[in-house]
């Protein structure tokens, strides 16, 4: 049966917040539109008088997201055209209204971008930032009443068995971080779609187990889900993904043998990429740097990171594994490689000082 739950708004309006809309950009007018210089019940209050969709951007002034999409997707003539007809405000979320309206809609990832209609009740949102083309599609269909969570909910009704849509409501539940619901439209989709036609089963599998992993503590669950990924799906977008999240939830519950066994099982299979090398030697070192067996195996990957990417990560992770073996002459080689390539990132020189002080993990 499908599940249609959806979590609604107030359409009414909140007693009036202590304190007034913090833009995050200092200028009122940017990139071609006006942003009003309102709070959330002023903004709410116009709104409704004119009839009109409210915009409001949620960030903070020390968000890097935040000041991507206002300088890359905001400043776009495309965006702009849309944005002109909407009542745009901006939300600084570390103030008084900011947090209350984070809690009140459920924001959770900063930049988030939410539309409202007349009544106050949410059309969609845009979670995180995405590049201009997907950004100015999404903002024209919310607008438009389209792929919004209940247009989607409406078509489902009509075609319960599609496995794109079943996809698309678990994205949406998602981005409300309303997990449960989103399992089982996930789920759905996979269940629907056993050969793959649609191409989106691997891309839900990772989502449920990247998911039941970072959000859920539920490890034990995401590591056959994330193995299905890689064993059925190796050269598919979403399995480098999927092997580095398999090692990093093996290493969480302490099962050298299982990295060692997917190591061995499914990295030739995959793209060749040196992500999968990397994770490998993150995880052993870190779990069981002393252990022979995970040398060996360690070092092996983090040769192939090399051979692939010679880069100052490769050449890093290289030397952690010399570092935990004791070959402290070679250790010092790769990592003043790294530290040469990338003299920036304060871990080759951090490796470097210990190298140079004689610390080994013994």
Same mark, same amino acid.
């Given at each position: 049966? =499908? &599940?249609?739950?959806?979590?609604?708004?107030?359409?009414?309006?909140?007693? #009036?917040?202590?304190?007034?809309?913090?833009?995050?950009?200092?200028?009122?007018?940017?990139?071609?539109?006006?942003?009003?210089?309102?709070?959330?019940?002023?903004?709410?209050?116009?709104?409704?008088?004119?009839?009109?969709?409210?915009?409001?951007?949620?960030?903070?002034?020390?968000?890097?997201?935040? !000041?991507?999409?206002?300088?890359?997707?905001?400043?776009?003539?495309?965006?702009?055209?849309?944005? /002109?007809?909407?009542?745009? =405000?901006?939300?600084?979320?570390?103030?008084?209204?900011?947090?209350?309206?984070?809690?009140?809609?459920?924001?959770?990832?900063?930049?988030?971008?939410?539309?409202?209609?007349?009544? =106050?009740?949410?059309?969609?949102?845009?979670?995180?930032?995405?590049?201009?083309?997907?950004?100015?599609?999404?903002?024209?269909?919310?607008?438009?009443?389209?792929?919004?969570?209940?247009?989607?909910?409406?078509?489902?009704? &009509?075609?319960?068995?599609?496995?794109?849509?079943?996809?698309?409501? #678990?994205?949406?539940?998602?981005?409300?971080?309303?997990?449960?619901?989103?399992?089982?439209?996930?789920?759905?989709?996979?269940?629907?779609?056993? +050969?793959?036609?649609?191409?989106?089963?691997?891309?839900?599998?990772?989502?449920?187990?990247? +998911?039941?992993?970072?959000?859920? !503590?539920?490890?034990?669950?995401?590591?056959?889900?994330?193995?299905?990924?890689?064993?059925?799906?190796?050269?598919?977008? &979403?399995?480098?993904?999927?092997?580095?999240?398999?090692?990093?939830?093996?290493?969480?519950?302490?099962?050298?043998?299982?990295? =060692?066994?997917?190591?061995?099982?499914?990295?030739?299979?995959?793209?060749?990429?040196?992500?999968?090398?990397?994770?490998?030697?993150?995880?052993?070192?870190?779990?069981?740097?002393?252990?022979?067996?995970?040398? &060996?195996?360690?070092?092996?990957? #983090?040769? !192939?990171?090399?051979?692939?990417?010679?880069?100052?990560?490769?050449?890093?992770?290289?030397?952690?594994?010399?570092?935990?073996?004791?070959?402290?002459?070679?250790?010092?080689?790769?990592?003043?490689?790294?530290? /040469?390539?990338?003299? !920036?990132?304060?871990?080759?020189?951090?490796?470097?000082?210990?190298?140079?002080?004689?610390?080994?993990?013994?």
């Amino acid at each position: 049966m =499908i &599940k249609t739950l959806v979590k609604r708004h107030p359409s009414t309006i909140r007693p #009036a917040f202590t304190s007034a809309v913090l833009l995050f950009a200092s200028a009122a007018v940017v990139c071609g539109f006006e942003w009003e210089k309102l709070d959330f019940q002023n903004a709410v209050a116009k709104t409704q008088a004119e009839n009109r969709i409210l915009y409001v951007l949620f960030g903070e002034k020390d968000c890097g997201y935040c !000041k991507r999409l206002e300088t890359e997707v905001l400043a776009e003539a495309t965006v702009v055209d849309e944005l /002109r007809d909407l009542v745009a =405000i901006k939300i600084h979320i570390n103030s008084d209204e900011g947090a209350s309206l984070s809690r009140e809609y459920g924001v959770w990832t900063y930049p988030t971008t939410i539309l409202l209609n007349s009544d =106050i009740e949410e059309i969609d949102r845009i979670v995180g930032y995405v590049d201009v083309d997907k950004y100015v599609t999404r903002l024209r269909d919310y607008i438009a009443g389209r792929n919004t969570m209940s247009d989607c909910i409406s078509r489902l009704q &009509k075609n319960p068995l599609d496995p794109l849509l079943n996809f698309q409501l #678990a994205e949406k539940y998602i981005d409300r971080r309303l997990y449960a619901t989103a399992y089982i439209y996930l789920d759905q989709a996979i269940e629907f779609d056993p +050969h793959n036609h649609s191409e989106i089963v691997d891309d839900a599998l990772f989502m449920k187990g990247l +998911h039941l992993h970072t959000k859920n !503590k539920r490890t034990d669950r995401a590591i056959p889900v994330l193995q299905r990924v890689v064993a059925d799906f190796p050269k598919s977008d &979403k399995a480098v993904f999927a092997f580095v999240w398999l090692v990093r939830c093996n290493g969480a519950v302490n099962d050298r043998e299982a990295i =060692i066994n997917a190591y061995e099982t499914y990295v030739r299979k995959l793209p060749v990429d040196p992500r999968p090398h990397r994770a490998i030697v993150d995880v052993l070192m870190s779990h069981w740097g002393a252990d022979g067996d995970a040398h &060996k195996v360690a070092l092996a990957a #983090a040769h !192939k990171a090399v051979k692939l990417d010679p880069g100052d990560r490769s050449h890093y992770s290289l030397a952690v594994v010399l570092k935990n073996m004791g070959d402290t002459d070679n250790a010092r080689e790769a990592a003043d490689t790294a530290r /040469r390539l990338n003299p !920036k990132d304060p871990r080759y020189w951090q490796l470097r000082t210990e190298l140079e002080k004689g610390v080994t993990n013994e």
